[in-house]
């Protein structure tokens, strides 16, 4: 039987090691922490929205306990404006996916339950901090050795692919906070004057980045809003780097909201952060990266990346965790398609390959664009959506599938042609 060992238990690794124990492979999978520990014991990994048809994937693996009951996603409210409390910001609302639900489910719960069920389906869980010497090791004993966990000195084993990574540091400082209503209303009726849909909130501010609410399922406290801050370095946002807790994060972005967006002042006022979570925040900073098909390790054995592992985006437009999930499918599949034969460097270069071209080169774009300023043909596909509730509906449903939208936010003509589905016309 062909022996896969998977280092990392995040969401691309349990997604992996289910869909291979599945189809009958001998599947070892390796976490750093108990599920005791990725429950009680940890950070949120960012607020990992997943699409609808992402989470499917979970669905169809039976590894989705939860969506059927959540607070969900539908849409985007999304404000545009030049600087702080300026009266000129323009507003673009839509759905995404064209009304289905999607949503960001405690990713510790999810990662808490999977590893519980992992043996009992015929995998093996190995609770052990891997370092690199430990993975050599183990690459040796498998037939393939996948990695999805690349912080610190084992992100180091695949190298940075030069040609696919835009970037060579961090883009924003990155803040989050787990927050939830005072008052005991619901946190969708924080939006719901505004926009008829539980929606995520982005707030976009040329001089300083960006901060967006996103409908949160939290582990404990139920229906939330993830608080993501993507503060250009030295701007107005970008208070954050001193921040001990999760009260202290929410207290800046309290601050931030009103005086960046003061008619957002009921919602602030009703604001607070979720306090029996100890964990529930974040501050940061990290470089987009694009890692290459595979490393290869002292002893000889390859080892190659799925997830953020192999492609860490900015969290700007909520690629990562769909990523995520469409990567570890994507090499499952492609698994069980090579069959018995090695897995070498020529199968990891083309599984690679076909992986960017599917799912990560149009993330990587759409995200690129999301971090920089918006180009003529950016603007009038903004322009027409704003306008135009059809419009907006393909807009944003180039989140999901941004190959469905990049070449109208990159080509003037194809723009234009955007612009003429809608029946509005664009000139210059």
């Known amino acids: 039987m062909t022996k896969i060992a998977i280092i990392g238990a995040g969401q691309a690794g349990c997604i992996l090691a289910y869909a291979l124990v599945k189809s009958g492979y001998q599947v070892t999978l390796y976490s750093d922490r108990t599920p005791e520990q990725w429950l009680n014991h940890s950070a949120p990994t ?38 702080a409390s300026d009266p000129d910001a323009t507003v673009l609302k839509g759905r995404l996916e064209y009304g289905r639900k999607g949503g960001a489910i405690d990713q510790r719960m999810r990662i808490h339950r999977w590893l519980e069920d ?9 609770i052990e901090g891997v370092s690199p010497e430990r993975a050599d090791k183990i690459a040796l004993a498998n037939d393939l050795t996948v990695l999805a966990a690349g912080k610190a000195d084992l992100g180091r084993l695949i190298p940075r692919d030069a040609h696919r990574s835009v970037y060579d540091r961090p883009q924003r400082n ?43 399922n939290h582990k404990t406290a139920g229906p939330t809003y993830a608080y993501l801050f993507e503060a250009k370095e030295g701007s107005r946002l970008d208070r954050f780097a001193g921040a001990r807790s999760g009260e202290e994060v929410t207290q800046h972005a309290r601050d931030i909201i009103r005086e960046f967006a003061p008619w957002e002042h009921h919602m602030v006022d009703d604001m ?3 306090s029996e979570d100890p964990h529930g925040w974040l501050v940061g900073r990290f470089a987009p990266m694009v890692r ?34 469409r990567s570890a499918k994507y090499l499952a599949d492609e698994i ?28 990587c774009e759409l995200t690129r664009l999301f971090l920089e300023p918006p180009s003529p ?31 109208a936010l990159t080509d003037i003509n194809v723009a234009r042609s955007f612009a003429g589905q809608f029946d509005i016309q664009q000139t210059g």
Not at 56 to 69: A, K, N, Q, T, Y
Not at 118 to 126: D, H
């Open 46 to 83: 960012g607020s990992a929205c997943l699409y609808a048809e992402v989470i499917d994937i979970e669905r169809e693996l039976g590894m989705d306990f939860w969506s059927h009951d959540i607070f969900p996603a539908e849409g985007v409210l999304l404000e545009s404006a030049r600087h």
């Open 174 to 216: 990155l803040a989050m906070t787990i927050v939830r209503s005072k008052s005991g209303q619901h946190v969708k009726d924080w939006f719901s004057d505004r926009i008829p849909y539980s929606s995520t909130k982005f707030d976009f501010f040329a001089d300083s980045g960006e901060y967006f609410a996103v409908p949160y």
């Open 336 to 363: 069980v398609r090579h069959g018995d034969q090695p897995f070498d460097e020529l199968w990891m270069t083309e599984v690679n390959l076909g992986m960017w071209e599917k799912y990560g080169r149009g993330s």
């Open 118 to 126: 992992f043996e009992a389906l015929g995998g093996t869980l190995v």
């Open 292 to 325: 290459r098909p595979f490393g290869r390790l002292p002893s000889g054995g390859l080892i190659m990346p799925v997830g953020d592992t192999a492609i860490t985006f900015d969290p700007i437009c909520g690629q990562g965790g769909n990523f995520a999930s």
């Open 377 to 407: 043909a950016t603007q009038i596909v903004l322009d027409v959506a704003r306008n135009d509730p059809r419009a907006a509906d393909a807009y944003y449903y180039g989140f999901p599938r941004p190959g469905s939208i990049i070449s």
């Open 272 to 274: 607070e952060y979720v």
